[in-house]
């Protein structure tokens, strides 16, 4: 299932299901927005403060619930990352969501909701800059033509091939050390036949390590079509030294995998993050001289 394409004059709903966020970011982000023929509605949850967090559980969900229900807001835009997404996804009333197909876009800590909506409703969300962030994102132009029903490129010149191969099936995935929960949290199928993307930030290598395991260990590298590994920003290596880069841990946990798998595609933590619509069917094609990444489909309902 698809949202309807957005088209200028639509509304765009901000809230926040994750970490306090500043007020100036969001003020530079909606103007931005406005700019580009959009209006903007900013939830008064969105700055909310409960230690950290953007407010308890329960005001972020009735945000959450109650933006998704207003027939003036077109899509709802998760205002920051950080923490605590994970608390309201068991609290979404999905049989609501699923009667009232809208456009949900965020990133990082987001990543629960986004494919919590996906594996409960089937419908597709977007894996994109979150909103504070709108303002200053390189690859706005991308993003706006998935939401308005067009099917750009992804540049892929910085890829790298881990295993060749080519695979089909709908994006699923997004930061990893969110994700790596989700195969026991929600329907255990949603990752049958994916091509898994996965970027993460600020992490020990040992515990990324950990968290391959795991997902390899839960049987999900055995049903997914293919792996894209995007950027892993700023990783850590505190103590003694872990000795395994990055692409070792890749290597060691997909080795025996007869799937495609590149690493260095161009989304994450840092100045690259071109939008991935989770659900939406791609075509993964990986050589060692040349690696594409294609969508099949429209991500949108046009």
Request: with cysteine; aromatic share 8%; net charge negative.
């Amino acid at each position: 299932m698809k949202p309807p394409a957005l088209k200028p004059g639509d509304t765009i709903g901000v809230m926040a299901p994750s970490s306090i966020v500043e007020k100036e970011d969001v003020e530079k982000s909606t103007a931005f927005l406005k700019d580009k023929g959009y209006k903007v509605f900013v939830h008064p949850q969105t700055f909310e403060r409960e230690n950290q967090s953007a407010g308890t559980h329960l005001q972020k969900t009735l945000a959450l619930q109650g933006l998704w229900q207003r027939s003036d807001i077109q899509a709802i835009w998760a205002a920051g990352g950080g923490n605590r997404s994970l608390h309201i996804i068991d609290s979404i009333n999905y049989d609501a969501l699923k009667e009232k197909p809208k456009t949900l876009i965020g990133f990082s800590d987001a990543t629960s909701i986004l494919n919590a909506v996906y594996a409960h409703t089937g419908l597709t969300t977007f894996h994109g800059p979150v909103f504070k962030n709108l303002h200053k994102h390189k690859e706005f132009d991308h993003l706006n033509d998935l939401l308005t029903g067009k099917t750009p490129d992804y540049p892929m010149d910085k890829a790298t091939t881990i295993n060749e191969g080519e695979a089909q099936g709908p994006l699923v995935g997004g930061n990893l050390s969110i994700f790596q929960y989700l195969p026991q949290t929600l329907p255990d199928d949603f990752t049958d036949g994916s091509i898994l993307f996965l970027e993460d930030c600020h992490e020990e290598l040992s515990r990324s390590d950990k968290m391959f395991l795991h997902l390899r260990c839960l049987g999900v590298f055995e049903k997914i079509s293919g792996l894209v590994i995007g950027e892993f920003r700023k990783m850590q290596d505190s103590g003694t030294p872990f000795g395994f880069t990055l692409e070792d841990i890749v290597r060691e946990h997909t080795q025996d995998l007869n799937i495609p798998v590149i690493m260095n595609a161009p989304f994450g933590h840092g100045k690259t993050l071109y939008t991935f619509p989770i659900g939406t069917k791609a075509a993964l094609k990986a050589q060692n001289n040349s690696i594409s990444l294609e969508l099949l489909e429209s991500a949108v309902e046009k």
